[in-house]
């Protein structure tokens, strides 16, 4: 059974499905997750990736649906088609709980990108120890972390490292969203959950405005995530600069463009590989910024400055988020060709850190060994 909540999720999920056809072809695959996962193979019991949340206070209305995937989910780990062993992704809040439910069931569980106790709840280290048979680390700190936990862990790098071979080139990611080779664009990622992306895109377009003002031929380019209707980026784009929405073509935009203005999360490692420079941008609602700010222990909101370990790339959060701020970030990136090259030349760091190609087979090899011991 594997479990994905998110987007993301379900392009991990995805990864690791298509390797584990390959090793094992007659292994049956099933679980919660969305298209990708789908495609490769995975009978979905719940499609739950248009009910990703995000924060505490803006989950509240996608629960109901959540507990009805859970408990559905759990009816299948206690039944009589029992798997060999659960793999989780990411997702927290939802997985934790079904972990627990599997160890009581005597499944074995992987935890697939783990939860990021390195950066708040540090807590979690200690359930993980009680329910988690084996975390598959992503990042090169983690399993120092759980070993000194005394949770079995077996690093084998970020899914995203093979999620990239196929990315396009730059020539031809823009011949393939028709802009011109010499064409300054800016890609606009705003996420991929309904509620962040109903908090950055305004803002992101107020920006856009400014910076065309400053450059008008300066084109704009939305990514659309799957979890997100057409119909809700044209409203939230709708009185700025042109912006054109493309579906299903993330690393195209991220290679395309000049610059990225990029909603925190695994976009902005994708697009540090991807050497796109960016500026990263989150918000909260004010109610869960109060609750939960007093238990983050890193200084920073992106993977990519938390994994190099140093402010890269210029990081604009709550109160300090606006489209003023925004733009003059962007401007400040775009006018000086030097600061792009110093982003550029910190995301080279990266490729050596996160593992080599082949992610979704190492995951796999590790997934088999649990299932048949």
Not at 26 to 41: C, T, Y
Not at 139 to 161: D, I, M, N, T
Not at 170 to 192: N, T
Not at 319 to 348: I, K, N, V
């Amino acid at each position: 059974m594997i479990v994905a909540g998110e987007a993301s999720g379900d392009l991990h999920g995805a990864t690791l499905a298509r390797a584990l056809r390959v090793l094992a072809p007659d292994a049956r695959l099933f679980g919660m997750g969305g298209r990708h996962m789908a495609a490769e193979g995975v009978d979905l019991l719940v499609d739950s990736t248009g009910e990703a949340t995000v924060g505490g206070t803006e989950a509240v209305r996608g629960v109901p649906a959540l507990y009805r995937a859970y408990r559905r989910l759990r009816a299948h780990l206690d039944g009589p088609e029992r798997p060999h062993a659960l793999v989780v992704i990411d997702f927290p809040e939802f997985n934790l709980r079904l972990a627990r439910a599997a160890r009581r069931a005597g499944v074995a569980v992987v935890y697939f990108i783990p939860p990021q106790v390195w950066a708040w709840r540090p807590w979690r280290v200690r359930l993980m120890r009680r329910v988690v048979s084996l975390v598959l680390a992503v990042f090169p700190f983690e399993p120092s972390l759980y070993r000194r936990a005394g949770v079995p862990v077996a690093f084998v790098g970020h899914p995203a490292v093979d999620a990239l071979v196929e990315a396009p080139s730059r020539d031809d990611a823009r011949k393939r969203l028709e802009l011109s080779a010499d064409a300054p664009v800016i890609g606009i990622l705003p996420g991929s959950r309904r509620h962040e992306v109903e908090r950055m895109l305004p803002v992101m377009r107020e920006a856009a405005t400014v910076i065309a003002a400053r450059h008008p031929g300066t084109r704009f380019v939305i990514a659309q995530a799957p979890t997100i209707e057409r119909a809700t980026l044209e409203a939230l784009a709708a009185g700025g600069p042109p912006l054109a929405i493309v579906p299903s073509s993330t690393y195209a935009v991220m290679r395309a463009a000049d610059l990225l203005l990029v909603t925190s999360g695994t976009a902005t490692l994708e697009a540090a590989l991807l050497g796109t420079p960016m500026v990263v941008c989150y918000r909260l609602s004010r109610l869960s910024e109060l609750l939960f700010a007093p238990l983050v222990r890193v200084p920073w909101i992106s993977l990519a400055n938390i994994t190099l370990g140093r402010a890269v790339v210029p990081e604009l959060y709550q109160r300090r988020l606006t489209a003023a701020t925004l733009a003059r970030e962007a401007l400040a990136l775009l006018e000086s060709p030097a600061a792009l090259a110093a982003q550029r030349a910190a995301f080279g760091e990266l490729a050596g850190q996160l593992g080599a190609p082949g992610v979704g087979a190492r995951a796999a090899r590790h997934v088999l060994q649990l299932a048949a011991s």
